[in-house]
């Protein structure tokens, strides 16, 4: 439904490139039941929640991840509409990645909130100091893994170029969303070093790596839109 309403609002193209931007395809249909099973697990999982605290705090914050997964799932197969094997198969990894991160995801911003949630010293999730580096390092192989799938789309995408009729901005943006995600990748990597690397009481610090993605990504599309306006002055 939601992609369909977005879809709805999306500009008009011309004919060549229609499918690409107003059929809703199996996949695509197929993705959003998976995404949804994901979100409710990670909200209500096998039990009520234990406050309305903890409720708002894993929907502000986990789910806010789980929507850029999806959002970026969404605009690859709005723009590109690929269903051949490749796609299926990159596709198919990244719904079960998704399904596998949820309790990791859940299970390390519960913890991080825990005193915010049932106060101090009553919180039910607890770990040793000596297992932190492992949690974050499990996030981090998540985060990695989902976005190098990202990165494998588009690339697929650039390489199908002709086929898809893409125009010479489209490819641009396709490769620009390609490098983006790539950044994303390398900051998941530099998470996980570091967590490997730390002390176990440190290890935690391995979570704030992931700051750098917002003005990492700001800096590069600044870059990459000057570059664009360049090449295609005319849009």
Same mark, same amino acid.
């Given at each position: 439904?939601?992609?369909?309403?977005?879809?709805?609002?999306?500009? @008009?193209?011309?004919?060549?490139?229609?499918?690409?931007?107003?059929?809703?395809?199996?996949?695509?249909?197929?993705?959003?039941?998976?995404?949804?099973?994901?979100?409710?697990?990670?909200? @209500?999982?096998?039990? !009520?929640?234990?406050?309305?605290?903890?409720?708002?705090?894993? %929907?502000?914050?986990? +789910?806010?991840?789980?929507?850029?997964?999806?959002?970026?799932?969404?605009?690859?197969?709005?723009?590109?509409?690929? /269903? /051949?094997?490749?796609?299926?198969?990159?596709?198919?990894?990244?719904?079960?990645? @998704?399904?596998?991160?949820?309790?990791?995801?859940?299970?390390?911003?519960?913890?991080?909130?825990?005193? %915010?949630?049932?106060?101090?010293?009553?919180?039910?999730?607890?770990? =040793?100091?000596?297992? !932190?580096?492992?949690?974050?390092?499990?996030?981090?192989?998540?985060?990695?893994?989902?976005?190098?799938?990202?990165?494998?789309?588009?690339?697929?995408? @650039?390489? =199908?170029?002709?086929?898809? *009729?893409? *125009?010479?901005?489209?490819?641009?943006?396709?490769? *620009? *969303?390609?490098?983006?995600?790539?950044?994303?990748? $390398? $900051?998941?990597?530099?998470?996980?070093?570091?967590?490997?690397?730390? =002390?176990?009481?440190?290890?935690?610090?391995?979570?704030?790596?992931?700051?750098?993605?917002?003005?990492?990504?700001? $800096?590069? +599309?600044?870059?990459?839109?000057?570059?664009?306006?360049?090449?295609?002055?005319?849009?």
């Amino acid at each position: 439904m939601i992609r369909k309403l977005l879809s709805q609002s999306a500009p @008009v193209r011309n004919k060549r490139d229609s499918k690409r931007n107003y059929e809703i395809q199996r996949i695509e249909t197929f993705s959003d039941g998976v995404f949804a099973f994901a979100v409710t697990l990670l909200i @209500v999982s096998l039990e !009520v929640p234990k406050s309305f605290d903890e409720l708002l705090t894993t %929907m502000r914050i986990s +789910f806010l991840i789980l929507f850029m997964i999806w959002n970026e799932q969404h605009r690859f197969f709005r723009h590109y509409g690929l /269903d /051949d094997i490749w796609t299926l198969t990159l596709n198919g990894i990244l719904l079960f990645l @998704v399904l596998f991160y949820v309790y990791p995801l859940k299970f390390l911003f519960t913890l991080m909130f825990r005193e %915010m949630i049932y106060g101090s010293n009553n919180s039910p999730y607890e770990m =040793k100091q000596s297992q !932190v580096p492992a949690l974050m390092m499990i996030y981090a192989a998540g985060f990695i893994a989902i976005y190098f799938l990202f990165f494998l789309m588009y690339l697929h995408a @650039v390489r =199908k170029s002709k086929e898809l *009729s893409l *125009s010479g901005i489209e490819k641009f943006d396709c490769k *620009s *969303s390609m490098y983006k995600v790539l950044i994303m990748v $390398i $900051i998941g990597i530099c998470s996980f070093i570091t967590a490997a690397l730390l =002390k176990d009481n440190l290890a935690g610090f391995a979570g704030w790596i992931y700051i750098l993605l917002a003005p990492a990504i700001t $800096i590069y +599309f600044t870059f990459r839109n000057k570059i664009r306006a360049k090449l295609f002055p005319s849009t």
